[in-house]
Each structure stands twice: as structure tokens, then as C-alpha cells.
């Protein structure tokens, strides 16, 4: 079993499909197929099912495709730690976020990381459940995940490890010329009285916002549920509704005319960064080290 056929396997997965795998990796066709063909007689058998539109995976197949990724991991790894020995600089770094997290803090986190090793290339990848975050970092998919906390607190598991980041203020953002609440801040059952523009249920801020108000024994009233998080500035700023958003979206908005104010009590989007125990990549560990030593 080589390098290239693992690679080459974990393109069509990725890809569904030959061909777009083939035109990822800039290779032909014919030369992915009979690499993937190849594998299969050495595995003893097949590992796709050609469908109209693409392939799926055999049970081969799936049972393949955990150990194939973290191989490719991990010789990876052994690679960046020899340049590492050898004082070259370069590597790349893979991190899963929650897009709410992504925003923040791991766009700072990532800022500060990039000026302190610049020639390290960065992948963030973005799906909108925290367990997908987990799942995506025990398959080898992503070296890192930033997940919500209370996600991780869930799930226990010996073979990830992680470290808690900096907690994120939420703030309510009303549209532009709207009625504004009385106070300088916004209880819950004020909250919960609002027309809000939020993500689906499960996902970070709206998992907050849902907990919040069962805790005030309210209920949030939404009148537009999105999982385009790029769309819900614009539709507050277009008197949509309000939202909860972090404090850089919050900031956004205000600069473009809508009015935040903070919760009370003070809501706060709690993030964890995980990685599988046992050995990193030298980007990934010099990034968990960057995590430590954030203020």
C-alpha cells in the first residue's frame, strides 16, 4: 500500500467522485483509476460503488477511510518534524471551527500565530455542529478543532485532548431606527420579546440564546433562522430583527448603524480547543503553544 493510492483514495472520498478528484490532484484520470484499482486487488476488494452521480464507499471502504486519513496524518507530521530538525520553516495547519467560534476568537488566535510563523500555510474548515468539529479531528480530517465548550464537556473521550480559549461576550443588536428597549442593557424576558434573526438550533450562539432563555423560563421568539451567518448583519441592518452576535459582528453592525447593547445577565459563547492525544505536527504545536499564551 503506498502513499500515492492513500492520497488518491481520500481525494475520490472527498471528491465524490473520480473525476473531480483527478482534477484536484491535477493528475489523469486513467492514472487515479488504475491507482484506486490497484489498492483494491491488494485489499482483496473493491472499495467504491459507482452510482449515476458519483461514488459511496463500501463497508471496505469505510472501514478504510479513518485509518487512511490519520496514516496521511501522521506522515505529515513526521515530515514537518524533520524540517523542523533540519531548521526549514513551512508546514501546514488544519483546524475545524464552528463558524460562530471561527469569527471569534480563532480569527485573532490565527492573526497572532500567522505573524509569529508566517510561512506556515492554514486550512480552516467550517461545519456548523460541534460534534462534526470532534468527529472531523478522530478521523484525522483536521489536526485541530475549536469547538463550543459545552460540546466537548459532553464528550469525554481519552483520545482527545484540549485546551479552553478565551470566553466571547454576546451582545443584542437591534436594526437601525428601531424601538430600543428601556435600560442600558437587555434581561431575558426582553430578549425572548424581541423578533431575533438567528442560526438553526444546535449551533453555538443559538444553543446560548436557547439555554438562556429556558433558564428565565421564556421563550425566544425567531423570525428568520439562517444558517448563512453572512446574511444575519444585513438582515438586522434591513430591519429583519435583531440578533445576538459576537463582539466583532456587533461592532460591524454598530459602525454600519444598528444599536448594541449587552445582555443581562451577561451571556458569553465558551470555546475549546481539542487535538487527539499523542504526537502534533510542529505548526499544530507551536499554535496550541500561541493558545497558552494568549492573554
Not at 500500500?1 to 486513467?30: C, D, K, N, S
Not at 485532548?161 to 437601525?176: H, I, K, S, Y
Not at 442593557?185 to 424581541?194: F, I, N, T
Request: proline share 7%; net charge neutral; hydrophobic share 45%.
Amino acid at each position: 500500500m503506498e502513499r500515492r493510492q492513500l492520497e488518491y483514495f481520500i481525494a475520490v472520498v472527498e471528491h465524490r467522485g473520480f473525476t473531480a478528484a483527478a482534477h484536484a490532484l491535477h493528475v489523469a484520470q486513467p492514472s487515479l483509476s488504475h491507482a484506486i484499482r490497484a489498492l483494491e486487488r491488494e485489499l482483496g476488494g473493491r472499495l467504491f460503488h459507482r452510482v449515476p452521480h458519483g461514488v459511496t464507499l463500501t463497508a471496505a471502504g469505510e472501514a478504510l477511510i479513518g485509518p487512511a486519513r490519520q496514516v496521511m496524518r501522521d506522515l505529515s507530521t513526521a515530515t514537518s518534524s524533520v524540517r523542523e530538525v533540519l531548521g526549514l520553516e513551512g508546514g501546514r495547519l488544519d483546524i475545524v471551527s464552528q463558524t460562530t467560534l471561527a469569527a471569534d476568537p480563532l480569527a485573532g488566535l490565527l492573526g497572532r500565530f500567522r505573524q509569529a510563523h508566517p510561512r506556515v500555510a492554514v486550512r480552516v474548515v467550517d461545519p456548523e455542529r460541534g460534534s462534526e468539529v470532534l468527529q472531523m479531528v478522530r478521523s484525522g480530517q483536521c489536526e485541530l478543532g475549536l469547538v463550543d465548550a459545552t460540546v466537548a464537556e459532553r464528550d469525554t473521550a481519552a483520545d482527545l485532548r484540549g485546551r479552553d480559549v478565551p470566553d466571547q461576550e454576546l451582545f443584542v443588536v437591534l436594526p437601525p431606527g428601531g424601538e430600543r428597549p428601556a435600560g442600558d442593557d437587555v434581561g431575558m424576558p426582553e430578549l425572548a420579546a424581541l423578533d431575533l434573526v438567528s442560526t438553526p438550533p444546535g449551533t453555538s450562539t443559538r444553543s446560548v440564546l436557547d439555554e438562556a432563555c429556558a433558564a428565565s423560563g421564556v421563550t425566544p421568539r425567531i423570525v428568520v433562522e439562517t444558517a448563512h451567518r453572512a446574511m444575519i448583519v444585513p438582515l438586522v441592518l434591513a430591519g429583519a430583527g435583531a440578533a445576538l452576535l459576537t463582539r466583532s459582528m456587533a461592532v460591524d453592525a454598530s459602525a454600519r448603524g444598528a444599536l448594541v447593547l449587552p445582555t443581562r445577565p451577561r451571556l458569553l459563547l465558551r470555546g475549546r480547543l481539542v487535538w487527539r492525544s499523542g504526537p502534533m505536527s510542529p505548526a499544530a504545536q507551536a499554535f496550541v503553544d500561541s493558545v497558552r499564551a494568549a492573554p
